[in-house]
């Protein structure tokens, strides 16, 4: 059934916020994750990695493209993590995945395979 479960998504308007939540589900409370990802998916593009929060350090990693806007988090207990996404683009539009893994070394960190839970995706527009 549902692994992950993600929230926040919507429609803004260039240069606007949003934050973006994922949680575990009823099926992977239990689960010790080591790391937590977001991904995005825009149409007719391949899923790109855009940020990830290591649990046990907090240590993070950034697509390029969103240093300085995007911040992700983990909540105290590791159950969830959050997107908050700040100057929103229009290239920022795209269906938001939240993934998790109980790897504890991944190489590269931005592969999808390295994810052994998902979510559904959330949508996020940006109007240009």
């Known amino acids: 059934s549902v692994q992950l479960e993600e929230s926040g998504g919507g429609s803004v308007q260039a240069g606007g916020s949003l934050r973006l939540s994922c949680r575990v589900s009823e099926n992977t409370y239990s689960i010790k994750f080591e790391g937590w990802a977001w991904f995005r998916q825009a149409p007719g593009k391949g899923r790109e990695a855009v940020a990830f929060i290591w649990a046990g350090t907090r240590t993070t990693i950034y697509l390029d493209s969103v240093k300085g806007r995007f911040t992700i988090s983990q909540d105290n207990a590791g159950k969830a993590v959050y997107l908050q996404m700040n100057n929103l683009r229009p290239e920022d539009t795209a269906m938001y995945y939240c993934?998790?893994?109980?790897?504890?070394?991944?190489?590269?960190?931005?592969?999808?395979?390295?994810?052994?839970?998902w979510g559904q995706g959330t949508q996020v527009t940006v109007a240009s």
């Open positions: 993934a998790a893994t109980t790897a504890t070394s991944l190489s590269p960190w931005s592969a999808p395979h390295q994810y052994n839970y």
